[in-house]
């Protein structure tokens, strides 16, 4: 028996622990560990609550996790409660499948000021992560800036734009509804540094500006090159371009405006106590298409800020990593022997959810190759869980999970799939019920 650790329940962990049985079958025994005691990692609080498509993917994950030959252990941080050393003492591999749940900073005067915050943290809060339950974002103000033209841009201004009847259907945790639900916000600026046809957006998720009840894009014609550039393009790019044209073409007035302000970058975020505007500068484009200041600047009003500018992986003690790039450091996968990273951990974030599939193929294959084909001397689970008992760990497995999944479902309120737990305390509690 091959003993494998992978640390992240996530789509990069699971993708990963498909591909060591479908290559090992009943000769691997593989442990994935989670620091939160629910599984699925940004399925459950990345994805928008209201794609509950993209959601459908956990029970590809359930069908793992139930394997006999795959365990959850939910609730140990590792770093904290075991190192990576005591695991790779216990287990021919180790998996960082961590993700990058952290944000990148801004890195400009005025972002901490009360009123800016990261995308992991507002979507954290609706989506209800325990770690940002607590938010309490200021909706109260009539002009919010949103730093950024990727999707995860996309979905923090369609969140914010839309009536409470539009959420019928999602997961969207209870005390972020009832916040939206009372929003003032009327103005909602989505800054990006280059222009349309740089944008990491892709068509599906524009398009669904365009059906908002209260709220519709707005986009300046003058930002465009030629019509006939379009054809350059790769499809999806200009679909997403089409998308734009119309909506700069077809001007829709409603009660919210979602202002689309290429060519710009942030300089710094002023206010008195709080997050009151955005200074940008004017962007071109040079002969690479990279965004260079002009030197030209302006303001706009926000009294939320919100960067949606990329993400970074935590370090994790005695684990090398690369603080340019925010991931561990590696070669194709490899950290060191029998330490390896996968996903958004191994090449930092970048991709869809689907991307992690054959990142998790190659990683698990690499880990077969290198493995030793003779019996394991690891004590691997039994291992594990003679530290989880000597710590006095209180840790989760797929059952409890599966307990707490049940309660999640049965207080949803009419419409919902489920009403989600949102702090720790209350998992474990349900989980011993």
């Not at 949803?412 to 989980?431: I, N, Q, W, Y």
Request: with cysteine; charged share 25%; hydrophobic share 40%.
């Amino acid at each position: 028996m091959h003993h494998v650790a992978i640390v992240g329940s996530g789509p990069a962990g699971y993708y990963t622990a498909e591909a060591l049985l479908r290559l090992w079958g009943e000769d691997v025994a593989i442990d994935i560990i989670d620091r939160l005691p629910v599984p699925f990692g940004l399925i459950r609080s990345g994805v928008a609550p209201d794609h509950q498509s993209i959601k459908a993917v956990t029970r590809r994950y359930e069908g793992v996790a139930l394997n006999n030959n795959v365990q959850f252990a939910g609730n140990i941080l590792i770093g904290k409660d075991i190192s990576v050393d005591e695991l790779m003492a216990l287990y021919d591999a180790v998996v960082l499948a961590t993700g990058a749940p952290h944000d990148r900073k801004l890195d400009i005067p005025g972002e901490d000021l009360p009123g800016v915050m990261g995308s992991a943290e507002f979507v954290g809060w609706y989506n209800g992560h325990p770690d940002h339950a607590d938010l309490a974002p200021p909706l109260d103000t009539s002009h919010v800036a949103i730093i950024g033209n990727g999707n995860v841009a996309l979905d923090v201004a369609r969140i914010l734009a839309k009536t409470p009847e539009e959420f019928h259907g999602s997961d969207i945790v209870a005390h972020a509804l009832e916040s939206l639900s009372g929003s003032r916000i009327r103005t909602i600026n989505l800054i990006g540094r280059r222009g349309p046809h740089q944008i990491a957006m892709t068509p599906k998720e524009l398009g669904e500006l365009a059906h908002l009840e209260r709220a519709a894009p707005r986009v300046d014609p003058t930002d465009f090159p030629d019509a006939g550039d379009d054809a350059m393009l790769e499809p999806g790019i200009r679909k997403s371009v089409s998308h734009l044209r119309a909506f700069a073409a077809n001007p829709v007035a409603k009660p919210i405006t979602i202002e689309f302000d290429f060519f710009a970058r942030p300089v710094a975020i002023e206010g008195e106590g709080r997050a009151e505007r955005v200074v940008l500068e004017r962007t071109a484009l040079d002969e690479e298409l990279r965004s260079v200041g002009t030197g030209e600047h302006y303001s706009v009003p926000a009294g939320m800020v919100i960067a949606c500018i990329g993400y970074q992986t935590p370090p994790i003690a005695g684990v090398p990593y690369e603080h340019g790039r925010g991931r561990f450091a590696n070669t194709d996968g490899l950290i060191l022997p029998g330490l390896y990273c996968v996903g958004w951990a191994r090449r930092g974030p970048s991709g869809t959810i689907g991307t992690n599939k054959p990142d998790g193929a190659i990683i698990a294959e690499r880990i077969v190759a290198e493995t030793p084909t003779s019996p394991s001397r690891k004590r691997g689970r039994t291992g594990l869980h003679d530290l989880v008992r000597a710590r006095k760990l209180d840790l989760v497995s797929f059952d409890d999970w599966q307990r707490i999944d049940a309660a999640e479902i049965a207080a949803a309120r009419h419409g919902a799939p489920r009403e989600k737990f949102v702090s720790v305390d209350e998992m474990l509690v349900t989980k011993s019920q």
